[in-house]
């Protein structure tokens, strides 16, 4: 079982950076993909980055986000980050952070375990 618990997410100006990060339990943590999924309102949850388990650092991200965003991991503190640049409106969204034990990609149905979400909010 792991416990996901997401932070970060605030009001930002258009343009505007953020980090988001996600606290994983358990001690296996290095044999979980991780991954940020988002869902706007009135949309569909959708996949933005992941990130491969164990130490092969694989990383997916959706073409809206590709070079602006980043994923990482720290195994040592069971942690994932999303750093975000060059934010736009459309980013406006709950950030969700998931795991999936010894898989990883862009599915959702890959994925076993989801936190409770952060909000982003993206101002003109």
């Known amino acids: 079982q792991v416990q996901l618990v997401e932070s970060g997410g605030r009001l930002v100006q258009a343009g505007g950076s953020l980090r988001l990060s996600c606290a994983a339990s358990g001690r296996t943590f290095s044999i979980y993909g991780m991954a940020w999924f988002r869902q706007a309102p009135g949309k569909e949850r959708e996949f933005v980055a992941a990130i491969g388990y164990d130490w092969s650092r694989r990383t997916y991200y959706a073409d809206s986000v590709k070079g602006r965003f980043t994923i990482s991991r720290d195994n040592a503190k069971n942690m994932v980050y999303l750093a975000m640049n060059s934010l736009k409106l459309e980013d406006t969204a709950v950030y969700y952070c998931?795991?999936?034990?010894?898989?990883?990609?862009?599915?959702?149905?890959?994925?076993?375990?989801w936190g409770q979400g952060t909000q982003v909010t993206v101002s003109s």
């Open positions: 998931a795991a999936a034990r010894l898989k990883d990609g862009s599915s959702e149905r890959q994925y076993d375990y």
